[in-house]
């Protein structure tokens, strides 16, 4: 990861989907929901964003479902837009798809180093047949719980990679 130095007490990470109402929400209370018994809490911003979003939105009702099934509550989420003074002040971007990727660096030119699909983070090289977390609106409820669940599996991955960073960092 590259992030910047300045001094912060804490390390920043931005979930980025579409409309910051599916994805993106359940993947930052999951990663909230990992580091608040744990001694990353209090060191770790999260939020999430959409390329296209709607400033305002509730996460959608099966996100809110399927997420609250997990012990976890994303009910207060509102849905805000991307933008190049959200971006700067995050130090991780995680995106669901390749063309969220592509979208953040080709209007935020200065994010190409930090920002990263949620599957390829982490995985040094390694190669993987999947790297896109496909969006669940429109689905039934077992679509969003599979969203869900690969969504949890791929933040449990890269929690050391996250908690390596903090402890590099210094954040405190």
């Excluded at 130090?91 to 592509?102: A, G, I, P």
């Amino acid at each position: 990861m590259n992030v910047q130095t300045e001094k912060r007490k804490t390390l920043s990470v931005l979930f980025v989907c579409t409309a910051n109402i599916c994805r993106s929400p359940m993947a930052e209370g999951i990663l909230k929901h990992l580091v608040s018994t744990n001694e990353l809490k209090g060191k770790l911003k999260v939020e999430s964003a959409g390329v296209a979003a709607i400033d305002g939105e509730e996460a959608s009702l099966l996100a809110q479902e399927v997420s609250r099934a997990a012990g976890i509550d994303i009910t207060r989420h509102r849905s805000q837009p991307v933008t190049k003074k959200l971006l700067k002040n995050f130090d991780l971007v995680l995106t669901m798809t390749l063309l969220h990727q592509h979208e953040i660096e080709r209007l935020y030119p200065g994010c190409a180093g930090k920002t990263f699909r949620l599957r390829e983070y982490g995985r040094k090289g390694q190669l993987y047949s999947h790297l896109e977390i496909d969006d669940p609106y429109g689905g039934s409820k077992e679509i969003y719980e599979i969203c869900f669940l690969t969504l949890r599996r791929e933040i449990e991955r890269i929690l050391p990679e996250i908690e390596k960073e903090i402890k590099k960092s210094g954040y405190s």
